[in-house]
């Protein structure tokens, strides 16, 4: 069964420009999940889909991040224009409806980003 | 509001000793999943090991298990016979219903 695949890897930009990170979670899996991972420190949720809608995206911000999933199965997390801060590995994570028999989250390798 | 605290940000242990991660948690839910990942360096994050809260046995998988206090919301991850692959980031994670909480993560090495 394939994982999680994310691209780019890696990504370096400079301040103010604009970066997309791409995501194909598991087949089959209705939930998807970004986060952002300051070195250090635990995964914050940006955004959770459930499907092609979003269910809980109050950690976005809104007015530099923006992401969608169209026919519910790869997504796209864009920010524009990025700022020193958002210096970080974004991960995406998916799981099965309803949690599946296990109830955890199958994470990609993450796609780090460093803002110059 | 749920929230998963690590009290140890970093931790060392020898090779083939015996250490103890710690995790706490808050819930009013009666019904969830616990879970330590393991994050090695640059690497992708898998789950080591994973508790439903309505069972009372404690889970263990291989050299890994758990010691979990459900009245306490304690959930502790004992790593036996520690090896250098050991070496990672873990993180204690909570889930319920369909939300994930994540600590800050413990910082283990090993020495050989």
């Known amino acids: 069964e394939a994982g999680v695949a994310q691209s780019p890897r890696y990504k370096i930009i400079e301040k103010r420009q604009s970066v997309a990170f791409w995501c194909n979670p598991i087949?089959?899996?209705?939930?998807l999940y970004w986060y952002q991972q300051i070195l250090g420190q635990g995964p914050k949720l940006l955004i959770q889909?459930?499907?092609?809608?979003?269910?809980?995206d109050s950690q976005l911000p809104k007015d530099r991040f923006s992401a969608e999933r169209l026919k519910g199965v790869d997504s796209t997390l864009k920010i524009q224009p990025a700022k020193l801060e958002d210096s970080a590995v974004y991960l995406c994570?998916?799981?099965?409806?309803?949690?599946?028999?296990?109830?955890?989250?199958?994470f990609g390798e993450g796609s780090r980003l460093t803002v110059l | 509001a749920q929230t998963v605290t690590q009290s140890q940000p970093e931790m060392s242990v020898q090779e083939a000793e015996t250490v103890t991660l710690s995790c706490t948690y808050d819930?009013?839910?009666?019904?969830?999943?616990l879970f330590w990942y393991k994050q090695p360096p640059s690497r992708q994050m898998i789950l080591v090991i994973r508790?439903?809260?309505?069972?009372?046995q404690n889970a263990t998988e291989n050299r890994f298990s758990v010691n979990f206090q459900k009245a306490a919301k304690s959930f502790s991850l004992k790593i036996s016979d520690s090896q250098l692959g050991d070496a990672a980031m873990y993180f204690c994670?909570?889930?319920?219903?369909?939300?994930?909480?994540f600590g800050s993560g413990t910082k283990l090495n090993v020495k050989p």
């Open positions: 994570a998916s799981s099965p409806p309803g949690g599946g028999n296990t109830g955890e989250l199958f």
């Open positions: 087949s089959g899996h209705a939930t």
């Open positions: 889909f459930q499907n092609n809608g979003v269910v809980d």
């Open positions: 819930t009013s839910e009666s019904d969830y999943y």
């Open positions: 508790q439903e809260a309505y069972k009372q």
């Open positions: 994670a909570y889930r319920a219903p369909n939300k994930f909480y």
